[in-house]
T-cell receptor, first 111, second 115 residues
């Protein structure tokens, strides 16, 4: 079945450091791919998405590129801030807009 | 702009008790979802509704029931609570029921503990 694998956390970075969170997927066909972010005490909210191969999603300085060859959708940000501390979820969408989520990666940014 | 509202925020149940987690959305979305979030496992789909009057099982439906009698509401029922149902429950909604391009809008969750 479909699945999403994310790098384990927590990831701890200093402010202004470069961020990469790895995400790979297993699926039939070419699903849409998403990154969701969950801030403490809140529900998940969409960070960015890509709907076809080679698409780049971007938002708030975060980027991720849909790589069909490597079945990956890694999340990157050039300079993280303390306010980026959250849990990040990679997900793919199946028919009916049902999402399959990865386990989540905790990001902690220190000032 | 309320979005997706879940109640209660916290709940403690004893094994064997029953309860209903409430979910309401005011965005006129067709699709609604219930997920549970467990450490190290991400979110897993419990039940799904593509539109008013329809429901479908997700990945982990056992021990739960749902109904969709209105567009706005999608309650999740636990009939005989078990400790394995201790989790954080999220309700979500989205515009479309086909394809994968409509973002999900999540509520803030209900933290349920079954002792």
């Amino acid at each position: 079945g479909d699945s999403v694998t994310q790098m384990e956390g927590p990831v701890t970075l200093s402010e202004e450091a470069f961020l990469t969170i790895n995400c790979t997927y297993t699926a039939t066909g070419y699903p849409s791919l998403f990154w969701y972010v969950q801030y403490p005490g809140e529900g998940l909210q969409l960070l960015l998405k890509a709907t076809k191969a080679d698409d780049k999603g971007s938002n708030k300085g975060f980027e991720a590129t849909y790589r069909k060859e490597t079945t990956s959708f890694h999340l990157e940000k050039g300079s993280v801030q303390v306010s980026d501390s959250a849990v990040y979820f990679c997900a793919l969408a199946r028919y009916g807009n049902k999402l399959v989520f990865g386990a989540g990666t905790i990001l902690r940014v220190k000032s | 702009n309320a979005g997706v509202t879940q109640t209660p925020k916290f709940q403690v149940l004893k094994t064997g008790q029953s309860m209903t987690l409430q979910c309401a959305q005011d965005m006129n979305h067709n699709s609604m979802y219930w997920y549970r979030q467990d450490p190290g496992m991400g979110l897993r789909l419990i039940y799904y509704s593509a539109s008013e009057g329809t429901t479908d099982k997700g990945e982990v439906p056992n021990g739960y029931n749902v109904s969709r009698s209105t567009t706005e509401d999608f309650p999740l029922r636990l009939e005989l609570a078990a400790p394995s149902q201790t989790s954080v429950y999220f309700c979500a909604s989205s515009e479309g029921s086909r394809g994968g391009n409509s973002p999900l809008h999540f509520g803030n969750g209900t933290r349920l503990t079954v002792t």
